[in-house]
């Protein structure tokens, strides 16, 4: 019983470790040192959005929902932005009380919380799945991007989603 309790305690250490990773590292990223490779232009909300290199993408649907990925080290790398409408006004706070919450970090003063998702299988594959919400002041619409990977991000790629939300926040406040 002893080594049971033993081992549950060191699998949720090193589980908690991980996660604390992934929240320290879009903690500690400074995304001015990022390099941009190409822009898209967001006509609806009217500002330039310049992704990372080795990203590619588009803005697609009625509301511009961002669908961004990254070559070529992955076959399922992907980024996608889109907006809610939050009736309650209380989704953010909501999601705090998730299991599934990760930490809270602030960009240009704007509280993002991330989510970890359960990770599942597509083609074979062991899928890796976060969340990164944040809503705009006096505003009852909700930003959202969802990571799916195919592989644990790295340091680099958490920066480099860190520096695709920050353009957004700052888009939003202009």
């Keep these: 019983?002893?080594?049971c309790i033993l081992f549950y305690f060191l699998t949720s250490f090193?589980?908690?470790?991980?996660?604390d990773s992934l929240f320290k590292d879009f903690k500690d990223c400074?995304?001015?040192?990022?390099?941009d490779s190409i822009s898209i232009y967001d006509n609806l909300r009217n500002f330039?959005?310049?992704?990372?290199?080795?990203?590619?993408?588009?803005?697609?649907g009625d509301n511009n929902s961002l669908c961004v990925y990254k070559t070529p080290y992955s076959s399922i790398f992907?980024?996608?932005?889109?907006s809610a409408y939050d009736v309650q006004g209380n989704r953010i706070e909501t999601e705090k009380k998730d299991p599934k919450f990760v930490g809270i970090?602030?960009?240009e003063t704007q509280e993002i919380v991330i989510l970890k998702h359960p990770k599942g299988m597509y083609k074979k594959k062991l899928l890796h799945k976060y969340t990164f919400h944040f809503e705009t002041k006096n505003n009852p619409w909700v930003w959202m991007?969802?990571?799916?990977a195919d592989r644990k991000p790295t340091k680099k790629d958490i920066c480099e989603i860190k520096y695709i939300i920050k353009q957004y926040i700052l888009g939003l406040k202009n």
């Design 1 to 3: 019983m002893k080594i």
């Design 14 to 19: 090193i589980c908690n470790a991980q996660v």
């Design 30 to 35: 400074n995304s001015n040192l990022i390099k």
């Design 48 to 60: 330039t959005l310049k992704l990372p290199k080795k990203w590619k993408g588009k803005l697609e």
């Design 78 to 82: 992907r980024l996608k932005g889109s």
């Design 105 to 107: 970090d602030y960009i």
């Design 145 to 148: 991007f969802y990571l799916a």
